[in-house]
């Protein structure tokens, strides 16, 4: 069972998943079906064709017609690296909403290193 | 259309149990108590039995009736069968019971005294008397049926609709019904003959105006599952 | 697959549906939500021609309701609607026989699901899994339509999980399901688009998906601005 937020469109939550559990490597072989997925997911089977759509129109993952989706290898570090950036934009924007001064937040972070 | 009439049958099977106790217990009391006059009793009660009418007109309705009273109305109509599936099937379950009521009023009091049989019936006639009587009492039943689906129609006032539709009809009935005689009327009359060493009756019953009302029946039978097919819930 | 045009429907003194233009697409699920009395139910029964237009049209495939569109339609009632004498198992075969498109394997995958309790007479039931019944008989098909009329309203939360598990199960995606509630809370997520209904009019109908990127907000949360206004 997953909680999705009602605030933000489904397809897209679920486009962020999949793309989290490709670059966690869940999907090395092939992709659930969409049934599949939306079983897993307990949502509308056509939620998960339109995040499946996008997914593949970002050439993230292609289709090959009868034997399911298929991660595009190539795009995956180009993922990895956007996920790490996303996750880290927001880390720094939850940062900047402390309203502290650059150099205060530095001499945290250096004192928290270790 | 069986597996329909099945499920009338078995929605019906109080009434039908209670019909047939109804009448054992009454010709097992009339047996008891009344002698050798018994099988006259038993057969002129069966025979001039005005509550069957009633309840003949009275089921015709209930057996429509009830399915809009208990909400059952909306798994029929969520079904894809034909009008004249629901129509037949209930106006069947309806002359089945009417069959049962005179099978059992005329057949038991006739095996019960069959040693003596003081009124020298033959089974041939019983049979005939049961076949006519279940026909004639069933002709009833296209009346009230047609009446109540039309009076569905109506937002309001439904019992006002069906009132004036029977009435209506009935009229209708008396005026065509000369005329329907006509067609039939080279038809044959049925015979009823009862012997015995002291008395024999025989008497023919004229079947002019039975099947003129059979037709008459039928086609208000026609017109009932046509309607029930766009009446609403 | 479904098309409204100007659809009327009024009974005495009361407008139940006014005017009401709009077309469904095939294979989608649509949430038919309003309170009550805003001719969610009224316009169900008219798709399942049981309820007859006051003026403007309605086409299932095309077609007008009739017994024929009822082959390929499903309908769940809000009310108890079998008869209380049969028992389940019976009720099933009798109710089953009709349809061409009854669907053995997801009918036992439902009967699972649901909990159905087969050698209990119907009118023995509780509230919950009468309800349940219902839901079972038209799941248990390969309709291209199905019509809800709030399956879980009144429901024991017990219940409510297992019609809404039932669900999510038996979709393949290609139905076109209208599912009618006035909670629109848990099953918001299967809507692929809403219908609004307000006093009889559709007050909005859109995609579900877009309504939550254009107004930040869940469905629940528009429902509740909407009707209290």
New interface residues.
Partial sequence: MYNFRMDRPIYIQIMELVKRRIVRGEYAGSLPTVRELALELEVNPNTVARAYRELEREGIIRARVGSGSFVNEEKVEELKKELVKEAFEEFLLSLKELGLEKEKIKEILEGLYD | MNNLFVKELRDEMGWIIGIAGFVLGVNLLMYLFSGNRFISSSVSLAITSTPMYLYVFLKSIGVFKDEWDRNTIYTLFSLPIRGYEIVLTKIGVVVLEVFLYYTLALFVPYILTLPENPLGISLYEVIKMIVFFSMTASLIIPFPVFAYIVGRYSPKLKGLVTFGVLAGTGILYGKILPLLRQIFSTVPGVTISIHTTEIEISKTLPLDWFFATLLFGLILVYFSSLLIEKVEV | MIEAIELTKI??GVEALSDVTLEIKK???VGLVGPNGSGKSTFL?LL?????PTSGTVTIDYRKP???T??FT??V?E????????RVEECIG??S???NDWNKKKAEMLQSVLGIKRFRKVGELSRGFRARLRLFLALSRDAKVFLLDEPLSGIDPASRERI??AI??S???NETVIFSTHIVKEV?????SVIFLKEGAVFLHRD???L??EY??????IFREVYNE
């Fill in positions: 009974y005495p294979g989608s699920f029964k399942m021609g049981m309820l007859r009739g017994w024929k009822r082959k499903a309908y009632p009310i108890d609607t079998l008869y209380s004498w049969m009798w109710y026989s009709y349809f809404e598990e999510v199960k979709l393949e995606g918001e997520k299967l809507f692929d579900a998906d877009e939550r990127a930040g907000k869940g469905i629940e949360e």
